[in-house]
């Protein structure tokens, strides 16, 4: 798989400490900067669907536009400093899976401290616990959560496409109200948070992976995690740690 790295600096009161992370080629990446996010997602939006008609995909660009600037401007970007985004077309119907990165100010510097907040994360999660992950030890929440519509589908549409995505036969003539019943049991989405402290700081770098992608959660689960493992820190000497 080609990977791109994404290189950034976290600077804490006279304090400046630079990370890396390899990222899939297939992946974009946003510095989520006021003035910059925007439009930089509008003109990538008109380059990724440029092989088709404007008017024909001005839904689906307008609904990922939508999802993303929620994400970043929602309580979920407060301290977000990049987004990463893939865009899968299952049956043509582009879905994304995203990565927020952001520095909180939660100090987890310490082994005790990471024990102590993997077990108030532990709450509702499918998951929580520290973990050596690359060459960082990291507290890693995995959970499900009610998710985003990613398009403006029925609910006929929605599980045909799912079907499609799977293999499966298309549902034939099921009722609307039961269609709709089964999205909603379906509308759910995989979430796996990454908390890794920022050496000599008191705060910690967050990856908070997502994706409403029902039958791909344990694949992109595993993706996500992989890409969290190549996380890397500069030290003093310019050297990668």
Known sequence: MTTDHV???VEQDALATTYRLAVPAVWQSFSTAPERFRPQVHAWLLRRFADRSRDETATQRRAVEQQMVELVEGPAG???VRLLVLVIEPAGVPVTA???VSVVPQDLSQPEQRQVWAQRMAEGALRSEVEQL???EAVVVVSERDAVAPHDLTAQE???AGARAVGEPEPDGVPDAEAEGLVREASRGRVVEVFVPV???ARTLLLSFST???SMFEPLTELFLTMAATLQWRDEDGQWR
């Open 7 to 9: 290189e950034a600096t």
């Open 78 to 80: 407060r301290y977000a």
């Open 98 to 100: 995203t990565c927020i």
């Open 134 to 136: 690359g060459r960082n």
């Open 158 to 160: 929605v599980l045909a």
């Open 199 to 201: 050496p000599d700081q």
């Open 212 to 214: 409403p992608l029902v």
